[in-house]
């Protein structure tokens, strides 16, 4: 049996006629940067999550970037967030010369623990970047009023979660900024790279839009030192195709992650956890075993496909080797980076897929 980690394929193939149509109105009108898709897009998007303001970009990285920036965050300044994410996370924080400060994960969620982040605030801490991992949001409320105690800003990464929802407000709109990436193989992605700030601060939004865009409020005229960070019109037309779907397709995520807990209740593998106040839009569909290499060897034998997300702590990466943290102070994050492995996971992936994997997994 075929099976795709992710299958791009099955999308486009039900959307084709729509995506098609969308490119090539954009490359009939050559408006292939800053075009209207993009300003239609921007106001979709902020109907969808609630914020008043979204600034779309290059990716998910740059809007972590441009969130920092508008912050005014600088050499020297601390950061808080997760040790247990992809690195561009802590990786903007420390290309502004600022300083990653880690805190480990809780054990059910794999999100920041936020009992364990007022030990790590310092007269130099500037912000906290929780990431809502695999798709479900972080514990907001506690993390924004520890920010509010200390006078800090809360950066929501929601680079995975776009679509989730905790305690009835949209992932993206839970904080003073969040930001997502519409990277192909995100829940709501394009056919490149893309992302987007979004805030309901009205002097944030301006400045941030500034950044992204050279500095410049007006043509040639730099109130900042900005990057080019814009999101192409073609990718923007797309992204307005599949976001009219996309409301159709998590609840089909979640059904797809519902069958594979029951397919895999009791077996060798911990399933995911989701709190009840609060949504996922499955980013991934990460299990726990404590056999992984072996079970993926098997399983690629068999014709599914796995990764690992994460296989190292942000801690242990060589780019932060001079932070000198101990691993010690990370058991949680420790554990779980050894034993995590996500499987093939999408809207299109079908029952007798599931079954199949599922009984590849159990060894029958």
Do not use: W
Not at 143 to 165: C, K, M, W, Y
Not at 196 to 216: C, F, I, P
Not at 351 to 361: F, M, S, T
Request: some cysteine; aromatic content about 8%; glycine content about 6%.
């Amino acid at each position: 049996m075929k099976i795709n980690f992710i299958d791009l394929q099955a999308q486009y193939r039900k959307y084709q006629g729509e995506i098609d149509e969308a490119i090539h109105a954009v490359l009939e009108s050559s408006q292939y940067i800053m075009g209207k898709d993009v300003t239609q897009l921007e106001a979709e998007m902020c109907a969808y999550t609630g914020a008043k303001h979204c600034i779309s970009c290059s990716s998910g990285t740059d809007a972590l970037l441009l969130a920092l920036m508008a912050c005014d965050i600088k050499p020297g300044d601390e950061v808080i967030t997760t040790p247990f994410t992809f690195i561009a996370t802590a990786e903007m924080i420390a290309f502004l010369g600022a300083v990653p400060v880690f805190v480990d994960i809780d054990e059910t969620s794999y999100n920041i623990d936020p009992r364990l982040i007022e030990q790590k605030i310092t007269p130099k801490t500037r912000a906290i970047i929780p990431v809502a991992l695999y798709g479900q949001p972080a514990d907001m409320d506690e993390i924004n009023a520890i920010a509010s105690r200390h006078n800090l800003t809360v950066i929501e990464d929601a680079a995975q979660s776009f679509g989730s929802e905790y305690k009835g407000k949209k992932s993206c709109n839970l904080s003073r900024i969040g930001c997502t990436s519409f990277f192909p193989s995100k829940p709501l992605g394009c056919y490149g790279d893309g992302g987007a700030v979004y805030t309901s601060d009205d002097e944030l939004a301006g400045k941030l839009r500034q950044l992204m865009n050279h500095g410049q409020g007006e043509r040639y005229k730099h109130k900042y030192i900005g990057i080019n960070g814009r999101l192409d019109s073609i990718q923007a037309a797309i992204l307005r195709v599949k976001l009219k779907y996309f409301d159709e397709e998590v609840p089909v995520r979640a059904a797809v992650a519902s069958r594979y807990n029951e397919l895999l209740a009791g077996g060798e593998v911990v399933t995911p956890f989701v709190k009840p106040d609060r949504t996922s839009v499955y980013a991934q569909y990460s299990v726990r075993v404590k056999n992984r290499d072996a079970l993926a060897k098997r399983l690629n034998e068999q014709g599914v496909p796995t990764a690992v997300h994460y296989p190292i702590p942000l801690y242990r990466q060589e780019a932060f080797a001079g932070l000198s943290y101990d691993a010690a102070e990370f058991p949680v994050a420790e554990r779980v980076s050894s034993e995590i492995m996500s499987l093939p996971m999408s809207a299109f992936l079908t029952v007798e897929q599931q079954k199949y994997i599922a009984e590849a997994i159990h060894g029958k």
